[in-house]
């Protein structure tokens, strides 16, 4: 609940106590109507703004991903940037990555991993150090 609370009362105007009615909708599986004290068309229109924020931080949590990917067998491909996947139903099914830019999850067995140094798209070993 914590980090749809932050995202709300960072990225949105409405109020503290609104914000705890949306995340607990979202977290505990309760229906907006069910709040007495707010209106539930306030309740739908902050969830709807959740949606929108969590869309537009997860797109620009990308672009300083340090970590990138590419599908094992698109060799030509230019790698893209992966974050950890948010999405706790694919999450479960094995897919912990997520990449903005194709807008997918992908499994860490698909992937070959790299990072960018300078202009160049070096490999890296997720199951070794790769200190130097």
Do not use: C
């Amino acid at each position: 609940m914590d980090s749809i609370e932050q995202t709300l009362l960072l990225l949105s105007k409405s109020g503290g106590e609104l914000i705890k009615a949306v995340a607990k909708s979202l977290v505990l599986k309760i229906k907006p109507y069910d709040f007495v004290e707010f209106k539930h068309s306030a309740i739908y229109r902050a969830i709807r703004t959740y949606n929108e924020k969590r869309d537009s931080v997860i797109r620009l949590s990308g672009l300083y991903s340090p970590l990138f990917g590419r599908e094992k067998e698109a060799l030509e491909e230019e790698p893209f940037s992966l974050i950890v996947n948010v999405d706790e139903q694919t999450f479960k099914r094995g897919y912990i990555w997520y990449s903005p830019e194709k807008d997918r999850a992908f499994r860490m067995e698909d992937l070959s991993y790299f990072v960018l140094e300078q202009d160049n798209y070096i490999p890296f070993d997720l199951s070794v150090s790769n200190k130097p």
